[in-house]
């Protein structure tokens, strides 16, 4: 008999779960999915019960081969794709591609990448849930749909090149409206008073007005402020009333996507997309010792269900590392109140009870320690004894008014102790030690405080994945990917860590929700993702709900492209300016470069300019070599260059170099930023064609501090965000460092 194979998605993974099962495995990795949707039609027959066409991933046809050789030769085969929908699709295609029996064909579930991680997924072995895969092959099918059928429609509207998504098009609805929230809101002035009081022990307090004549004072502007200071001047200040209680802040629960991804940034202000890539490599194995650790459980779920030997394992640490008052005397146990939770595995959590992170801190990058600190801190605050706090209120009467002083002093830290988080940090206002009811307070000063009320907040990553997840938009593993889309989309921007729509996403959403507003919205996507959970718990038939969502989106996508010049038209801004060739009225459109002028009798007349005119930057020190005078900075199809000023009677030009110089050796060329005939800048070497350095990456005139590489780069991907490398040695750094 041959060996048993192994079937993994991730070639990591592989590497780890490899050292566990010793020689009579062979374990392999598909590398992600090896059959999808093809990505140059729509792949689905819609007349056909939605019968989806599977093709090849490019590239995997070898790797097929591989496994199909691999699975005829062994005695058995597992397939230990992610234990989510997308790991159960992927079995299923693997399954009907290796032409084994049945029999012999086995899913397994790999909660934890440990020893007992795996023993104990071989200890379950069962068939591929094919309602899981028609949950995930709906989703697909249904996003599918919506993608390759209204993008078309953007390209024509707008220009090509465009997408619209069923999910991703909500999200930025969403970011949309926020927007729109703070455009409209007109701030209002307010005053606030305070009172500096003094004790009969000399101690000085802070107090703020709570109450003018029983009710919440309104002090609108600066005059009727000052005619409360002045009346509270000649006041008698009195402890009216003092309450003293003792309280308790329990831990929250062990993460869960959504709020490991809203925790991770805003503590670090790493993209959602990022902090799954790093808890990914955590989940997959870390090298300590010279033997593959899988650090956390897996990190798509919204569950708060923790197993009893993690229980144990971590009450364990709690008693050996904090004591016996740590201790609460039974386990914590979390429900959550999200309805259709997916309860298919824990949450997320450390997997070794003896590996804190500062004991493995050496084996971890830097941003693998930050995440799995913020994991490991969490889940041991989780199963610890509430925060102790006393808190006091003093309640001071002057005449009318009622001033209000509120103090907390923690007695007993608790949970605090692992989790010190300065959102568990109280104010550290000053409050009497020594006062009592009826005392009589010296007034200090009196202060009133301008303020304005304030608009909503922007979105962060971290409160659009948290509004998502309320609305029940989305699911655990698509929260970072709707993100990272709409930003590489550039509907939106990420501006100090806020997300604002750009002008094109503000067009977009406007488009989509004018077009087909019964589709693009909150309550209908939240509804597609309940029917999808059914089709997932087996309550429904996956065709029968992509027949129910069909029906009406075919009429309102017929609808919309029949309105689709009236659409168009109406994106375009009329506006006083005159054509420069024919006199008519100038309107604005849109291209691939963003809005511009054009002529509203094209088009018969074909006039254009930029909307905002070009910045004319006179370098007199670069004179042309063809008639002396001074070249003038333009901005061409293919990029940034310097022309002569004389043109078009002299049409020399120079190309714009970005002051780095090229790292070619032996090259003495600069680099100038180019841009390609589809419009995508890159950035080459002045002296091509004899040097033929480029790179698509933003060229930063640094030197690598590892390698003394002469440059690095600026890089942005859908996975990990904005990040500073080098070339070299591939050195990733903090942009700000």
Same mark, same amino acid.
């Given at each position: 008999m041959g060996k048993n194979l192994l079937i993994v998605e991730s070639p990591s993974k592989a590497k780890t779960i490899k050292k566990y099962l010793g020689n009579d495995y062979q374990v392999m990795a598909s590398v992600g999915h090896i059959k999808d949707l093809p990505q140059k039609e729509l792949g689905i027959d819609v007349n056909n019960n939605f019968k989806p066409k599977y093709v090849t991933v490019k590239g995997k046809a070898k790797l097929i081969t591989k496994l199909q050789d691999a699975a005829k030769k062994a005695s058995a085969v597992y397939l230990a794709p992610d234990p989510d929908r997308e790991g159960e699709a992927i079995a299923w295609h693997i399954a009907n591609l290796i032409t084994v029996d049945d029999d012999k064909i086995h899913r397994v579930l790999f909660n934890e990448i440990t020893k007992s991680g795996v023993k104990e997924g071989f200890k379950h072995p069962r068939k591929i849930d094919l309602s899981l895969v028609n949950a995930q092959?709906?989703? $697909? &099918?249904?996003?599918?749909?919506?993608?390759?059928? +209204?993008?078309?429609?953007?390209?024509?509207?707008?220009?090509?090149?465009?997408?619209?998504?069923?999910?991703?098009?909500?999200?930025?609805?969403?970011?949309? #409206?926020?927007?729109?929230?703070?455009?409209?809101?007109?701030? #209002?002035?307010?005053?606030?008073?305070? %009172?500096?009081?003094?004790?009969?022990? *000399?101690?000085?307090?802070?107090?703020?007005?709570?109450?003018?004549? *029983?009710?919440?004072?309104? /002090?609108? !502007?600066?005059?009727?402020?000052?005619?409360?200071?002045?009346?509270?001047?000649? %006041?008698n200040f009195i402890v009216d009333d003092l309450k003293i209680k003792n309280s308790k802040t329990s831990p929250a629960p062990l993460f869960t996507t959504s709020t490991f991804q809203q925790e991770g940034t805003r503590k670090f202000r790493y993209p959602p997309k990022k902090i799954m890539y790093i808890a990914q490599q955590l989940y997959e194995g870390i090298e300590i010792g010279g033997e593959p650790v899988g650090l956390i459980t897996y990190m798509r779920t919204d569950s708060v269900r923790i197993s009893n030997d993690a229980l144990i394992g971590i009450r364990d640490f709690i008693k050996q590392e904090y004591g016996e008052k740590y201790l609460p005397p039974k386990p914590k146990y979390y429900k959550t109140k999200k309805k259709n939770v997916q309860d298919a595995h824990e949450g997320i959590r450390p997997t070794r009870f003896d590996m804190p992170p500062e004991k493995i801190q050496k084996y971890l990058t830097n941003e693998q320690f930050k995440i799995y600190s913020l994991i490991w801190k969490k889940f041991v605050a989780c199963q610890m004894t509430s925060a102790e706090y006393k808190t006091k209120t003093i309640d001071v009467k002057a005449d009318e008014y009622i001033f209000r002083a509120t103090g907390r002093d923690l007695v007993f830290d608790g949970f605090l102790k692992a989790w010190s988080d300065e959102q568990n940090i109280d104010?550290?206002?000053? &409050?009497?030690?020594?006062?009592?009811?009826?005392?009589?307070?010296?007034?200090?000063?009196? *202060?009133?405080?301008?303020? @304005?009320?304030?608009?909503?907040? $922007?979105?962060?990553?971290?409160?659009?994945?948290?509004?998502?997840?309320?609305?029940?938009?989305?699911?655990?593993?698509?929260?970072?990917? /709707?993100?990272?889309?709409?930003?590489?989309?550039?509907?939106?921007? $990420?501006?100090?860590?806020?997300?604002?729509?750009?002008?094109?996403?503000?067009?977009?959403?406007?488009?989509?929700?004018?077009?087909?507003? !019964?589709?693009?919205? +909150?309550?209908?996507?939240?509804?597609?993702?309940?029917?999808?959970?059914?089709? #997932?718990? !087996?309550?429904?038939?996956?065709?029968? +709900?992509?027949?129910? @969502?069909?029906?009406?989106?075919?009429?309102?996508?017929?609808?919309?492209?029949?309105?689709?010049?009236?659409?168009?038209?109406?994106?375009?801004?009329?506006?006083?300016?005159?054509?420069?060739?024919?006199?008519? *009225?100038?309107? &604005?459109?849109?291209?691939? !470069?963003?809005? @511009?002028? %054009?002529?509203?009798?094209?088009?018969?007349?074909?006039?254009?300019?930029?909307?905002?005119?070009?910045? &004319? /930057?006179?370098?007199?020190?670069?004179?042309?070599?063809?008639?002396?005078?001074?070249? +003038?900075?333009?901005?061409?199809?293919?990029?940034?260059?310097? %022309?002569?000023?004389?043109?078009?009677?002299?049409?020399?030009?120079?190309? @714009?170099?970005?002051?780095?110089k090229c790292p070619s050796d032996g090259c003495d060329g600069e680099l100038i930023e180019r841009r390609t005939k589809r419009g995508k800048v890159f950035y080459g070497c002045n002296q091509y064609p004899k040097c033929k350095f480029a790179t698509w990456n933003e060229p930063l005139n640094k030197e690598c501090s590892d390698c003394g590489y002469p440059m690095l780069e600026r890089k942005e991907t859908r996975r990990s965000g904005v990040e500073i490398v080098c070339p070299n040695c591939k050195k990733t750094i903090k942009e700000e460092e």
């Open positions: 092959q709906a989703r $697909r &099918i249904l996003d599918r749909l919506v993608g390759y059928q +209204v993008s078309p429609f953007l390209w024509k509207t707008l220009y090509r090149g465009l997408s619209a998504g069923r999910v991703q098009s909500v999200a930025l609805r969403i970011i949309c #409206e926020r927007e729109e929230e703070i455009d409209r809101f007109n701030s #209002e002035e307010y005053w606030e008073l305070f %009172a500096d009081l003094k004790t009969q022990s *000399n101690e000085v307090f802070t107090t703020k007005c709570v109450k003018y004549k *029983n009710r919440k004072p309104k /002090i609108s !502007n600066g005059t009727d402020a000052k005619e409360h200071v002045d009346t509270l001047n000649q %006041a104010s550290t206002d000053k &409050i009497p030690s020594k006062i009592e009811k009826d005392e009589q307070l010296d007034l200090e000063k009196i *202060n009133s405080e301008q303020k @304005f009320t304030q608009p909503p907040a $922007r979105y962060t990553d971290g409160t659009l994945v948290k509004e998502l997840d309320l609305l029940g938009i989305g699911r655990p593993s698509t929260y970072a990917t /709707i993100v990272s889309t709409i930003l590489v989309r550039k509907y939106i921007e $990420r501006t100090k860590g806020k997300l604002i729509p750009t002008d094109l996403g503000k067009t977009v959403k406007k488009i989509l929700v004018n077009a087909m507003p !019964n589709i693009f919205n +909150v309550e209908f996507t939240e509804k597609m993702e309940e029917e999808l959970d059914d089709v #997932e718990s !087996n309550k429904k038939e996956w065709q029968r +709900v992509m027949s129910d @969502f069909y029906s009406p989106f075919k009429e309102s996508l017929d609808l919309m492209n029949e309105r689709r010049m009236e659409i168009k038209e109406s994106l375009q801004e009329k506006t006083d300016e005159k054509c420069d060739k024919c006199g008519s *009225n100038l309107v &604005i459109k849109w291209s691939k !470069n963003g809005r @511009f002028y %054009a002529c509203s009798s094209f088009p018969e007349c074909k006039y254009t300019k930029p909307l905002v005119p070009p910045k &004319i /930057i006179v370098d007199k020190s670069k004179v042309c070599s063809k008639c002396a005078s001074p070249m +003038v900075y333009k901005e061409g199809q293919y990029g940034k260059f310097w %022309a002569c000023s004389k043109y078009p009677d002299c049409k020399n030009t120079l190309p @714009f170099t970005i002051g780095v």
